[in-house]
């Protein structure tokens, strides 16, 4: 089973001091990378069990004008890079808002408090989207347009604003006071299929493979309980399940998860490869675990 692309680290909080202005503008930035890494060392806030289970946030909590502002400012500032622009999602605003209220009620700046999910996990409770990447801004400022300006003067957080992997994005601005306490939740969402799409898609890598190797094309044919087979290994989260093994027994397998299900896991060519080979089977399931809790497919490939 390949190794998860997210892990749960935060990043260390730094304090963004800008010289014509008092007092001083404090802000955080979080990306998630592919390989895992956090760009910064961890350090956590405190806040109650009770308060990282905000139910919806009532309009008058947060400022949708400013939240507006600051997605447009983002924007702007991507098209001046030559970057897409970011693409609202009411899911990760949710998210986004809650952890605003988190904020204003401890008064601190963190990524996950003492009680709270982590990104990944706060992200996916609130969204649909299939998300292989996140990022997290937060901060606090006075006004949306100073937020912005003074975020994009910080390298980590300007380094969030104008990731080109990034496309879709949710704001969160809650009021403190005359201060207000700023969220920037970014992903990289994926497309969807259906399972029959993705069972076409591996499919189709299946017989390309099969050319790349000079072999003979595979026949293709249903093998009845293979999706359920593929639903076990994500109910238990791991692809050695006793379904897999019973089925190990009569098969050749390859168990995968993916992201994209076009492509084959590495080392597949070599399975692929054999000219023995006469047909293939592929069982699908889609579903969110705690080790890809945004979702991913679970593939199940038989041999014979």
């Given at each position: 089973m390949r190794n998860p692309t997210r892990l749960t680290l935060m990043a260390v909080l730094l304090a963004l001091s800008v010289a014509w202005v008092l007092p001083p503008v404090y802000s955080d930035a979080l990306s998630e990378r592919p390989d895992g890494a956090s760009a910064q060392p961890s350090q956590r806030g405190t806040l109650k069990p009770v308060a990282s289970t905000t139910p919806d946030?009532?309009?008058?909590?947060?400022?949708?004008?400013?939240?507006?502002?600051?997605i447009e400012l983002a924007n702007q500032s991507r098209m001046q890079a030559g970057l897409q622009a970011l693409k609202y999602d009411s899911g990760l605003?949710?998210?986004?808002?809650?952890?605003?209220?988190?904020?204003v009620a401890t008064h601190q700046l963190s990524h996950q408090f003492d009680g709270e999910a982590a990104l990944p996990q706060r992200?996916?409770?609130e969204t649909r989207l299939q998300l292989d990447r996140e990022g997290e801004?937060?901060?606090?400022?006075?006004?949306?347009?100073?937020?912005?300006?003074?975020l994009m003067l910080s390298p980590p957080h300007r380094a969030n604003l104008l990731n080109p992997e990034y496309n879709v994005v949710g704001l969160?601005?809650?009021?403190?006071?005359?201060?207000?306490?700023?969220?920037?939740?970014?992903?990289?969402?994926?497309?969807?299929?259906?399972?029959?799409?993705?069972?076409?898609?591996?499919?189709?890598?299946?017989?390309?493979a099969r050319r790349q190797a000079s072999q003979h094309e595979l026949q293709q044919r249903?093998?009845?309980?293979?999706?359920?087979?593929?639903?076990?290994?994500?109910?238990?989260?791991?692809?050695?399940?006793?379904?897999?093994?019973?089925?190990?027994?009569?098969?050749?397998l390859l168990t995968f998860t993916s992201l994209s299900p076009g492509t084959l896991p590495a080392g597949a060519s070599q399975a692929m490869a054999r000219p023995t080979l006469r047909s293939y089977s592929i069982g699908a399931c889609y579903a969110r675990t705690n080790t890809y809790p945004t979702g991913v497919y679970w593939i199940v490939l038989a041999l014979d």
């Open positions: 946030i009532p309009f008058h909590e947060y400022d949708f004008q400013a939240e507006q502002r600051m605003s949710r998210a986004a808002r809650i952890h605003a209220q988190a904020m992200l996916a409770a801004n937060v901060a606090f400022d006075y006004n949306a347009d100073d937020g912005h300006k003074h969160g601005v809650a009021h403190s006071g005359d201060r207000l306490y700023i969220v920037e939740d970014f992903g990289h969402a994926l497309p969807t299929f259906s399972l029959a799409e993705a069972k076409t898609r591996v499919s189709s890598a299946v017989t390309q249903e093998l009845a309980n293979l999706d359920e087979a593929a639903c076990s290994m994500a109910k238990e989260d791991k692809l050695g399940t006793s379904s897999i093994h019973q089925l190990a027994q009569r098969y050749t």
